[in-house]
């Protein structure tokens, strides 16, 4: 079983700031999911990415896969209270239907 | 258009009472899936079923978890007897199988205390 490593654990920082969330595998991976998980609720898919130096923008946010496929990055620029949660990495086989793999996450606090 | 529904919320018991979490997920998709969330271990992978038939249930802890999904709008997980190891929230999840991307869905998740 894939071991996927997030980093860090926990952020906390003020609104406004910058930061970088990382997703990492000893194993390649065959596609990564990113999802945000807010508290009571389930996680929702963010971005879905598959080909090595993939690089996709959904507004403030950047998610990047690494070109051996066995590391990614989510960088949020101008951080908002809104994109306080928890950040989730996921491998899928993709294109079917199997399990995820999920990391730990990393829960991130945006203070006003 | 309705999410997957996941029944109870939140539910309480006491160890070596049966529970039953059930779940109905999102019209159309013919893929299911039931997670556990704990600090400790994070998400993990219990049981997933494609057209209703199990397909790979490696990720249930012990037989006291057994799964069942009778048709395309239902499925439980039931814990027999309850432990209080066994306290975690479980997701329900699912997806219509495609060639080109499997987005999952989730429900909110039943919030499970074994005392």
């Known amino acids: 079983t894939q071991l996927l490593e997030q980093s860090p654990q926990f952020l906390s920082i003020q609104e406004g700031e910058n930061l970088t969330v990382y997703c990492n595998s000893s194993?390649?991976?065959?596609?990564l999911q990113w999802y945000r998980q807010e508290p009571g609720e389930g996680p929702v898919l963010l971005v879905t990415?598959?080909?090595?130096?993939e690089v996709k923008k959904l507004k403030r946010l950047t998610f990047q896969f690494g070109d051996a496929r066995k590391d990614s990055s989510l960088h949020i620029t101008a951080a908002q209270p809104g994109d306080t949660g928890l950040y989730l990495c996921a491998e899928t086989s993709g294109g079917g239907a199997d399990g995820l793999t999920f990391g730990k996450g990393t829960h991130l606090i945006i203070q006003p | 258009d309705a999410g997957v529904i996941q029944s109870p919320r939140h539910e309480v018991t006491e160890m070596g009472q049966e529970v039953t979490l059930r779940c109905k997920p999102i019209?159309?998709?013919?893929?299911l899936f039931w997670y556990r969330q704990t600090m400790m271990r994070g998400l993990e992978l219990l049981i997933y079923f494609n057209n209703n038939v199990p397909i790979d249930d490696s990720g249930m802890p012990e037989d006291r978890f057994s799964a069942k999904m009778p048709n395309a709008s239902f499925s439980t997980l039931k814990i027999q007897p309850s432990e209080p190891r066994d306290s975690a929230v479980y997701f329900c999840?699912?997806?219509?199988?495609?060639?080109?991307?499997?987005?999952?869905?989730f429900g909110p998740g039943t919030r499970l205390t074994v005392l």
């Open positions: 990415v598959v080909t090595g130096g």
């Open positions: 999840a699912s997806s219509l199988q495609t060639t080109s991307g499997d987005e999952q869905f």
């Open positions: 019209s159309g998709h013919n893929s």
């Open positions: 194993s390649v991976f065959s596609s």
